[in-house]
């Protein structure tokens, strides 16, 4: 990313990725096993079409009722003993949670796994403020050591293998040996890890569901290390984009055990939490204080679409990510963006402009392997080609953040060429003509043509078209 | 039931690159006793603009099209892609618009060829061809939006000296994808060249697709690298291994 612009190039940082070898081969062999391990969960057609149709209708009455949704969850979690905050902006979200970590001098934060918080650069952003924020997610950890982001929702290091883990831990933690053995491996972060649990003064998580009815705040995870974070520092903020919140406790079963086995191909997760109040008068764990930030970053303007909305519907599994044959072979950081893949073509040219990241929805073949796959149903496919309307084409009253904002004039003058093209019989005729006649003489350094030959042939037009085959065969015209 | 006669679209990539695989389509069809009409004036179903959010100029070629179709008679598509625009992004191009209605009738008489053949007329084949080693490549829009699958597979089941070697990701992706194979030729070219191997792993001669686009990015890829196998559209196979000579 151009640190003077904001401009991203997505074609580039595709391009680098595709041609790191040991990066495709990681890619290849982790999606392929997280495709399996899910295809084993669903293996009856008419029981997933039943799963995924109850937990999208989980979703959709949560969203159609979003903002009562949220004053009730509010009210509850304040009648339970939280404090709650909105934060419109991720600087908001910030300042709200450097703020109540400076209420109790505290400088050292343990984090469970946010992908809100990823959103909001916290790390950064309190590193900068003096506190030390440490991810004890296992993949955040490596990440995090290596001094990068995310290459996927769900498991954030699946970039790296074993021998790059080795050789980081070897590097950068003091003790360690180098060694390739995963249980070794795991074991010296969990002695790091279990230290500062015990040292810091605050813990962070995300949430994956918040119910109204009942002020309960959901954590989905395998590590204990977002029990440990919530539970074991006196201080628990979460934090949480305002979509996440379920109208009842009766909602969370049916999204549960779509994402669990979605996301890992787990019946369910090892641990899965339950928060709904600090510590009570006379127990003897959790934290002290409870606060809940819940964060709008573009939300709401996604919300006003009716359209659009349906991309708040996202559960975070990430098996669009798996899915997907370009995530797969580029991996997540070529996307440059907080998230990657499917989901992330959709939402982040929502939440950052069409400006910016108009290019970002062109990155599929429309091949729909994500609306196949996507437990809510979320038509991913549909919301790709409707961004590249809003990008080129917006509709009047457009909502979309930088509507218009891929227009090209170049491509506005070839797409009016191709509708006279094909509005004219006669014409088309002329350039099914044109191209088998000069086709063969187009110089090789058209762009266009020049993409398509670097891997392809030139396609020869055919000597007699179809439509010349169907006159002399007699096929009647009406 | 089984309808006198079918309106056949042909689409602009069969019509320009693989005339065959259209005329052996319309025979496949003619040979059920059904009368096929061709429209002179077709063009293109209008689905590279609508891919691309060019939808004023998508509805410009769609109404047209439209319009070359009038009577009430199924319209058969030798291409999931291309009638998967028509059945089911017509009535949302033409939302809100006059057209509407008539784009929803419409895009309930569009049809799929092998799903027509199967679901509709019953073909029973008869094999007259020497043994044979094909593979096949569902292509996404045939698969994903016309629910493609069954009916290439039960036509080629028919055939008695063919055998089927599946591709290892069948349901991959050959990454044409319109305008992506040039907006994004690295990453198409990184897809296609898996395609490709995949295809030459099965050991077949010929890969069959009943999407005309798709061959036109394997095939040009397997002929780039001067790899053996060789595209071919599963209604031009039908056709040559079928008729009676």
Known sequence: ?478 | MKPEAVYFFGTCVVDLFFPEAGLAGIELLKREGVRVVFPRGQTCCAQPAYNCGYHEEARAVARGQMALFPKPLPVVVPSGSCAGMMKHHYPDLFEGTPEHAQAVAFAARVHELTQFLVDVLGVRLTDRGEKATVTWHSSCHGLREMGLEAEPKALLSQLSNVTVVPLKRERECCGFGGTFSVRYPDISAAMVTDKIADVASTGAPTVLSADAACLLNIGGALEKTGAAARPMHLAEFLWERTRER
């Open chain 1, 1 to 478: 990313m151009s640190a003077e612009t904001g401009a991203t190039d997505f074609h580039a940082s595709s391009s680098k990725a595709l041609l790191d070898p040991s990066l495709r081969a990681n890619f290849r062999r982790a999606m392929d096993g997280l495709m399996a391990k899910r295809a084993a969960q669903f293996p009856d057609p008419a029981e997933w079409n039943a799963l995924r149709d109850l937990a999208a209708s989980v979703r959709t009455r949560a969203l159609a009722k979003l903002p009562e949704l949220l004053e009730t969850l509010e009210a509850k979690c304040v009648a339970n003993g939280l404090k709650v905050h909105w934060a419109a902006t991720t600087d908001e979200a910030n300042a709200i949670v450097l703020a109540i970590l400076r209420d109790h001098g505290a400088t050292r934060l343990v984090k469970g796994k946010s992908m809100v918080s990823e959103e909001m650069h916290l790390n950064d952003f309190l590193s900068a403020n003096g506190v030390e924020s440490l991810e004890t997610d296992l993949g955040e950890y490596i990440i995090q050591l290596d001094g990068e982001t995310p290459s996927h929702i769900i498991m954030p290091a699946i970039h790296k293998n074993k021998q790059q883990i080795a050789r980081l831990f070897g590097q950068k933690i003091r003790d360690a040996v180098y060694t390739e053995d995963v249980d070794a491996l795991t074991a010296t972060a969990r002695r790091v890890l279990r230290q500062k649990f015990f040292e810091a003064e605050a813990g962070l998580s995300g949430v994956n569901f918040a119910v109204a009815e009942t002020g309960t705040l959901c954590l989905v995870e395998n590590e204990g290390n977002g029990r440990m974070s919530t539970h074991v520092p006196p201080i628990h903020i979460a934090v949480m984009g305002l979509e996440k919140v379920v109208e009842r406790l009766e909602d969370v079963p049916p999204l549960l055990t779509v994402l669990t086995r979605s996301a890992t191909g787990q019946p369910i997760s090892t641990y899965f939490n339950m928060i709904t109040a600090p510590r009570g008068p006379g127990e003897k764990d959790g934290p002290r204080e409870v606060h809940l930030v819940i964060l709008d970053n573009g939300r709401s303007r996604i919300f006003s679409d009716s359209e659009l909305q349906v991309t708040l519907r996202c559960i975070r599994c990430g098996a669009c990510m798996n899915y997907c044959p370009v995530y797969t072979r580029i991996g997540g950081h070529a996307y440059e963006a907080i998230y990657p893949g499917p989901i992330g073509m959709i939402l982040t040219p929502q939440i950052e402009g069409l400006k910016r990241r108009h290019e970002l929805p062109h990155a599929s073949s429309l091949c729909h392997a994500c609306t196949e796959i996507c437990p809510v149903e979320i038509p991913i496919t549909r919301l790709l080609v409707r961004l590249r309307k809003e990008a080129a084409q917006p509709p009047a009253g457009s909502k979309v953040l930088d509507a218009g904002g891929g227009r090209s004039r170049l491509e506005d003058l070839a797409w009016a060429g191709w509708q006279a093209a094909h509005t004219s019989p006669l014409l088309y005729r002329v350039m099914g003509t044109a191209l088998r006649l000069f086709g063969p003489l187009a110089p090789r350094g058209l762009p266009l043509l020049n993409a398509w030959t670097k891997s392809r042939t030139v396609p020869k037009r055919a000597k007699r078209t179809l439509q010349d085959l169907v006159r002399e065969k007699g096929i009647p015209d009406a």
